[in-house]
């Protein structure tokens, strides 16, 4: 004769591994690719503005006639870049 704790225990240890994993196990892949994610961003973030500020010093050494020049070239380059885009807004 089997042991009704057993079978009672066993149904409520398998009624608890199916509800964690119908719900805990998705929302901690979900988090998981959300970290990921946010890490990334932040990654690139922080290369664009390193690759900004090295873009700009190589032109102000390479291009004469001071800073003002770099400026003008960076800003139009800038200004550019925003009138394109406002011009693709809906």
Known sequence: ???WTDEV?????????????KT?????????YVIA???ILFLVTA??????VGAFRLVDV???????AT???FGG????????LLSLRR
């Open 47 to 52: 290369l664009g503005i390193l690759l900004s």
């Open 37 to 39: 994610g946010l890490f």
């Open 9 to 21: 225990a066993d149904s409520i240890e398998n009624a608890v591994v199916m509800v964690r994993d």
């Open 24 to 32: 805990v196990v998705p929302v901690e892949r979900i988090v998981a």
């Open 1 to 3: 004769m089997p042991d």
């Open 77 to 84: 380059v800038f200004m550019a870049g925003g009138l394109l």
């Open 71 to 73: 400026w003008l070239v």
């Open 62 to 68: 390479y291009l004469p006639s001071g800073s003002w």
